[in-house]
């Protein structure tokens, strides 16, 4: 199985395989066609108070992680994206963030991985 991140705002192809996005928010300016997302599971996502206390500050990625983390730990949504990602070759998280080495997806990227 291929776990893969990209923006949301990047154009789908084929090789994306299940596109699921990770994301609380909707992301700003686009339709759910245009997106093509198979998946909206904002429950895996940060709380919304992690989200506005990391604001993508580069500064504070470190304990973002460890934040979201131990949010994670335990989650209902954490354990459905793994019965989804076990079922598919392929899946794609996507998110909006401009940052693409630091976000949210990079962590449950991770965190998938371990548990691999």
Same mark, same amino acid.
């Given at each position: 199985?291929?776990?893969?991140?990209?923006?949301?705002?990047?154009?789908?192809?084929?090789?994306?395989?299940?596109?699921?996005?990770?994301?609380?928010?909707?992301?700003?300016?686009?339709? #759910?066609? +245009? @997106?093509?997302?198979?998946?909206?599971?904002? /429950?895996? =996502?940060? !709380?919304?108070? $992690?989200?506005?206390?990391? &604001?993508?500050?580069?500064? #504070?990625? +470190? @304990?973002?992680?460890?934040?979201?983390?131990? /949010?994670? =730990?335990? !989650?209902?949504? $954490?354990?459905?994206?793994? &019965?989804?990602?076990?079922?598919?070759? +392929?899946?794609?998280?996507?998110?909006?963030?401009?940052?693409? =080495?630091?976000?949210?997806?990079?962590?449950?990227?991770?965190?998938?991985?371990?548990?691999?």
């Amino acid at each position: 199985m291929r776990i893969s991140i990209k923006r949301v705002y990047a154009d789908a192809d084929g090789a994306d395989g299940m596109r699921i996005l990770v994301d609380r928010i909707w992301p700003r300016g686009l339709t #759910r066609d +245009a @997106a093509k997302v198979d998946l909206w599971l904002k /429950e895996v =996502a940060p !709380s919304g108070e $992690l989200r506005k206390w990391f &604001g993508h500050d580069p500064d #504070r990625w +470190a @304990a973002f992680q460890e934040r979201y983390r131990a /949010e994670l =730990a335990g !989650s209902a949504a $954490l354990a459905e994206l793994r &019965g989804i990602v076990a079922g598919q070759k +392929a899946v794609t998280l996507v998110y909006a963030a401009r940052d693409e =080495a630091r976000n949210n997806a990079v962590v449950l990227r991770q965190v998938l991985a371990e548990e691999a």
